[in-house]
């Protein structure tokens, strides 16, 4: 069995990652094709929470000048979003109801000034129209080797449109099923956002009647898709596009969207999913140009990861600043964006990755839009961000830096650490390397070394949190506080004196 069919479960629709493994800088990699990402499912037997507690920083002795290096990752794989906002695993059965479940959101202190509704995405500017990849564009009979029509009743194309919370345009879906179980399932899509938008937008008693468990309309799509009675299933789109358009024009959508106090995980999921199955998964291959070895090689933190430092390590608000160096194809850059609200920055050097980061960029403003939310501004930069001059300006105004360094050399650690010289006070680092060594004290010899202007805490991350592997390990925060030093410059005078 492939390891992206070991960690399959049913109703996920993009592409999972490899259990591959960094050791010494080496990774194993894949060459199977990429398969869903988004597992919220998967066999957790292994997986164990974040620790809540931070530890002492520990890290490598401090490094010794090199000549400069490129900057190295993980390698490329395809990629998962997931994130477990429950204390208790969830089995299969429990998908079937759990589009009644009501949203619940890992506790945090509320950002006042976050405002996650989009006037635009309920206007009707330009006609609620705007460029997005439809789900008819990845997944139709016009690719005859992937797909096959879904309903025998319906032998011929036929397509559908789905009514999302917005006042925005209906998505198009082929009702096609994939031929290979890894490629995209245009059905199980089309259920996993009706689900969604239940558990998020629709008030709890209508809720409950949709999912009714012998009528609701949930159990009744599940039900013609068993049948594979095509006409019944046409029949019940029609039904939900009927209900949505209504909740929407008496203002329920839009009052439950604004009595959030936070975007849910599996929301954002869902659209980060979306986005990335209409635009990375097509084009994964584009990844896999870079093998073990080169200078460069690619990895993701998960969302679940991501979503734990924004909101529990760092704390950041929606008028802040985040910047993650070595963006990749921008999931982080993305996910800040919208859970939190901030202005977002990236910086990736590898090219594919790059056009790959600016296809979900556009694809993921649609989707927002389409989801009826608003996100914070994006900006990607390309090039070396040891050597971009916007990311340098930027730095110097960034509340929190995110730098995936698990693979970088010792000597790119160094250049970072002195680039973060420019961070203003009290701006956070977060790394999966310590940019201080560990037992470091603060004397005549060193003083000078940036890394002494930073104050380090060791959280632990556990499996499932990382593209590259499901072991787990360690991750750093450190904050910039220059009065450590300055302390250590008045008592040396003092000294003196």
Known sequence: MSIFKRNQKPGFTAAA????????????????????????????????????????AKATPSPKPRAQQQRKRPTPTSQRLEFDDDDNDVSEEDLDTSARKRARRISFEPDVDRKIRSRKAFSDENGGQFSMVHAAGIASLSQPAKYRPAFPDYTDKVEIQLQYPSASQKENFELVTPINNDDFKALEDIREVMETIIRNYIPETEADTMTNDSTGLIRRIKRAVERRAGLEYND???????????????????????????????????????????????????????????DNVYGELLPKFVSR?????????????????????????????????????????????????????????????????????????????????????????????????????????????????????????????????????????????????????????????????????????????????????????????
Not at 21 to 44: A, C, G, K, M, W
Not at 272 to 287: D, E, G, K, N
Not at 322 to 334: A, E, I, P, R
Not at 442 to 469: C, F, P
């Open 17 to 56: 990652p490899t259990n591959s493994r960094i050791v010494q800088d080496t990774v194993r990699t894949s060459s199977e094709p990429p398969n869903p990402f988004y597992q919220r499912l998967q066999n957790q037997a292994s997986t164990r929470r974040l620790s809540p507690k931070p530890r002492s």
């Open 236 to 294: 019940y789109i029609k039904e939900w596009n009927d209900i949505l358009i209504k909740l929407r024009e008496d203002g329920t959508i839009a009052k439950a969207i604004d009595d959030w106090r936070s975007v849910d995980l599996r929301l954002l999921e869902r659209i980060l999913t979306q986005t990335y199955s209409r635009t990375v998964s097509p084009r994964v291959h584009m990844l896999r140009h870079y093998q073990n070895g080169t």
């Open 309 to 497: 430092i924004l909101k529990k390590d760092v704390k950041i608000k929606s008028d802040q600043i985040f910047v993650d160096l070595g963006s990749g194809v921008g999931n982080c850059v993305l996910q800040a964006a919208l859970e939190v609200g901030c202005q977002s920055w990236g910086c990736e050097m590898m090219e594919n990755a790059c056009e790959l980061a600016e296809l979900q960029e556009k694809e993921f403003s649609a989707r927002c839009r389409l989801w009826g939310l608003s996100h914070g501004d994006i900006h990607l930069e390309r090039g070396d961000f040891l050597a971009n001059p916007t990311i340098h300006m930027v730095l110097q105004k960034a509340d929190v830096v995110l730098v995936n360094n698990q693979a970088f050399t010792s000597t790119l650690n160094e250049d970072l650490t002195n680039l973060f010289l420019d961070l203003k006070e009290g701006a956070k680092v977060v790394s999966l390397k310590s940019f201080v060594p560990h037992g470091n004290k603060i004397q005549e010899k060193n003083i000078e070394a940036a890394y002494n202007r930073l104050d380090v805490m060791e959280y632990e991350y556990y499996s499932g949190h990382v593209s590259w592997t499901d072991a787990p390990g360690t991750y750093y925060v450190s904050t910039k506080n220059s009065s450590k030093v300055r302390d250590f410059y008045e008592r040396s005078s003092s000294r003196r004196n």
